[in-house]
Nanobody, 115 residues
Framework: QVQLVESGGGLVQPGGSLRVSCAAS????????MGWYRQAPGKERELVAS???????QYIDSVKGRFTISRDYGKGTVDLQMNSLTPEDTAVYYC?????????WGQGTQVTVSS
């Protein structure tokens, strides 16, 4: 069993930075890919960034050059550093872990970009 707990998030002005973190507990060495998704009001949940067991990363086009995903494999944590934030980045951000083919989700953390 793996559980995920997110932290960070909050309110930030356009152009600002924010970091969201996710800590896994339980069988952390059974985790494959970890990633961050987001869901804005009225929109579908989308993958923002992911990092697999081989340290390969992927980003959606809209965040490339602004967001950086990082992972501590020994601690079972994954962070998302978000820079140059815009109102379009406003969403609930969810941590995800793929564990033996099954998706595990955190509870989500709100990120609001507004002046």
């Amino acid at each position: 069993q793996v559980q995920l707990v997110e932290s960070g998030g909050g309110l930030v002005q356009p152009g600002g930075s924010l970091r969201v973190s996710c800590a896994a507990s339980g069988s952390i060495f059974s985790i494959g890919t970890m990633g961050w998704y987001r869901q804005a009001p009225g929109k579908e949940r989308e993958l923002v960034a992911s990092i697999n067991a081989g340290r390969n990363t992927q980003y959606i086009d809209s965040v490339k050059g602004r967001f950086t995903i990082s992972r501590d494999y020994g601690k079972g944590t994954v962070d998302l550093q978000m820079n140059s934030l815009t109102p379009e980045d406003t969403a609930v951000y969810y941590c995800n872990a793929r564990v033996r083919g099954v998706d595990v989700w955190g509870q989500g953390t709100q990120v609001t970009v507004s002046s």
